[in-house]
C-alpha cells in the first residue's frame, strides 16, 4: 500500500530535498556558495592581510572613510574574533560586518564589534546545529578620518562618546541596548558580541532602535537566539558615537534603511545620500516561527556609492521573515 506524507512529515521531507538540491548545486559549481563568492568588494588574498576596498568623502571633502576587507580561510566551522585591521595609520575602526555562507546550510554571525583600541573590527561566525559548513569568513571594517584632526584626538573623541552594554542572565533569546549621549553626540553605529557555550545562540538584529528619517537617534540595540535547541547565553551592544560639536565643525549623523520582503533567505541593501560618509551598518530580522538567522552584514563603497547589505536565512525549519538593513551616516558642516 502506498504511505502519504502529510502535515509536517512532508514539509520535513520537501526541505530536506531542498537542501540536497541546493548543495548539489553549489558543488557543480565549484564548491559551496558562499557571499563572499558573489560580493561586490575585492577580497583580501590572504588571513592576516587587510585590503582596502574603496573610500569616500562627504561633502564637505573633510570626512573620508574606507571600507577595508580581510577573508579569514582556510575553512572552518567556526570562526571566533576574526580581526579585520584598518590599515590606514591615519584612521581608525567604527564600524564593519561579515558575511558568512548562505549555502549549502549556512554559516551564521555570532560577533561583529570594535577592538578596544579602534584598530580593528572583530567578527565571528559558526555553522549550527550538526549542520557542518566550513566556511570562510570576510569580515570588513569601516576606517575614518576627518581633516585637521590627528588620529588620537579622533580616536579619544569616539571614545568619551561610545558605551557597551550586556544583557543580564543568560536567556534562549537575550536582548541589550547601549545608548549614547545625545546632547553631546551624535551616533556612528554600533556592533554585538553573542557569548555562546553550547550548540549557540546566533545573531538576528544589530541597529539603531532609535532611528527616524531625519535622526540615526542615541541606542543601538542587538538581539540574538538559539535554534533548534537550547542555548542560553548573553549578548552585548556596542554603541559608537563622536561628539556633535568638533573643532572644524558641526557632526551631522542620518539613518538610512531599506526593507526585504517575505522569504526563507530575505535580503535588503540601504542606500547611502549623496554627501555622507557611511559609519556604521545594521540589520534587524523580523521571523515569524522557528527563526532567521544573520548570515550577512556588509558595508560597500565604492567610487560611485555607499550602501549596506544584509541577509538571512532559515534554518532546518521553514520560516519566511522580512529584514531590514540599516546605513548609519555623518557629514561634516
Excluded at 563572499?36 to 587587510?50: E, I, K, L, M, T
Excluded at 564589534?113 to 559548513?133: A, E, F, T
Aim: charged residues 15%; aromatic residues 6%.
Amino acid at each position: 500500500m502506498r504511505s502519504v506524507m502529510r502535515g509536517p512529515a512532508r514539509s520535513k521531507r520537501l526541505f530536506a530535498l531542498l537542501t540536497a538540491l541546493l548543495a548539489l548545486a553549489g558543488a557543480q559549481l565549484g564548491g559551496s556558495a558562499t557571499a563572499a563568492d558573489r560580493a561586490p568588494v575585492a577580497r583580501a588574498s590572504a588571513q592576516g592581510r587587510s585590503a582596502e576596498v574603496a573610500r569616500y568623502h562627504d561633502a564637505s571633502g573633510r570626512v573620508t572613510v574606507a571600507v577595508f576587507s580581510e577573508l579569514a580561510q582556510p575553512p572552518q566551522e567556526v570562526w571566533t574574533d576574526h580581526r579585520v585591521q584598518v590599515t590606514d595609520p591615519s584612521m581608525i575602526a567604527i564600524g564593519g560586518g561579515a558575511t558568512g555562507a548562505e549555502y549549502p546550510y549556512g554559516a551564521y554571525l555570532t560577533a561583529s564589534y570594535p577592538s578596544n583600541d579602534l584598530s580593528s573590527w572583530i567578527v565571528s561566525s559558526k555553522d549550527h546545529n550538526g549542520r557542518r559548513q566550513p566556511h570562510e569568513l570576510n569580515g570588513y571594517a569601516i576606517g575614518l578620518k576627518i581633516e585637521g584632526v590627528d588620529r588620537d584626538q579622533l580616536r579619544a573623541w569616539i571614545n568619551s562618546c561610545s558605551t557597551s552594554r550586556p544583557s543580564g542572565a543568560p536567556a534562549p533569546a537575550p536582548q541589550a541596548t547601549a545608548g549614547i549621549n545625545s546632547d553631546r553626540c551624535v551616533l556612528l553605529g554600533g556592533g554585538f558580541k553573542v557569548d555562546w557555550l553550547g550548540k549557540g545562540n546566533i545573531a538576528t538584529a544589530s541597529y539603531p532602535a532609535m532611528a527616524s528619517s531625519s535622526s540615526s537617534g542615541s541606542t543601538w540595540t542587538v538581539r540574538s537566539k538559539d535554534h533548534m535547541v537550547d542555548d542560553p547565553a548573553r549578548i552585548t551592544s556596542y554603541a559608537m558615537g563622536i561628539p556633535k560639536s568638533l573643532p572644524v565643525g558641526t557632526v551631522l549623523s542620518r539613518a538610512f534603511s531599506g526593507s526585504g520582503g517575505a522569504a526563507q533567505h530575505p535580503t535588503a541593501t540601504a542606500q547611502v545620500d549623496d554627501g555622507w560618509s557611511l559609519t556604521g551598518a545594521g540589520a534587524r530580522v523580523f521571523y515569524h516561527a522557528d527563526g532567521s538567522l544573520l548570515w550577512n552584514l556588509q558595508p560597500v563603497v565604492n567610487d560611485t556609492q555607499q550602501y549596506v547589505t544584509a541577509a538571512s536565512k532559515d534554518h532546518d525549519s521553514t520560516d519566511a521573515a522580512s529584514i531590514v538593513a540599516w546605513a548609519i551616516a555623518i557629514r561634516l558642516v
